[in-house]
Nanobody, 126 residues
Framework: QVQLVESGGGLVQAGGSLRLSCAASGRTFSSLTMGWFRQAPGKERDIVATISRGGGITFYPDSVKGRFTISRDNAKNTAYLQMNSLKPEDTAVYYC???????????????????WGQGTQVTVSS
């Protein structure tokens, strides 16, 4: 069983930055593909970034590409999401997720992730 604990959310003005962290325990971290998702009220949970087990391959949707950066430190069992140039439309609850699947370098479908953090609120004011 993998346990994930997120931190780092908060309120920020448009154009500002936030860094989210996700601490993992319960399984060898380097065996997990990590992802960050977000969900705004009344909307589906969408991928914002994902990173391969070794950290060498990442994926971002166009909505955040060039502004968000996912990284991981396998020695510290922690994944990060650096968010720059934040916009009001980035406001959502952000979730860290872990996938134990193998076969592809990363996964973008929430159903491919078996462990989730509790979520952290990110609010961007205009």
């Amino acid at each position: 069983q993998v346990q994930l604990v997120e931190s780092g959310g908060g309120l920020v003005q448009a154009g500002g930055s936030l860094r989210l962290s996700c601490a993992a325990s319960g399984r060898t971290f380097s065996s997990l593909t990590m992802g960050w998702f977000r969900q705004a009220p009344g909307k589906e949970r969408d991928i914002v970034a994902t990173i391969s087990r070794g950290g060498g391959i990442t994926f971002y949707p166009d909505s955040v590409k060039g502004r968000f950066t996912i990284s991981r430190d396998n020695a510290k069992n922690t994944a990060y999401l650096q968010m720059n140039s934040l916009k009001p439309e980035d406001t959502a609850v952000y979730y860290c997720a872990a996938s134990g699947y193998v076969g592809r370098p990363y996964y973008t479908d929430p159903t491919e992730y078996g462990a989730w953090g509790q979520g952290t609120q990110v609010t961007v004011s205009s």
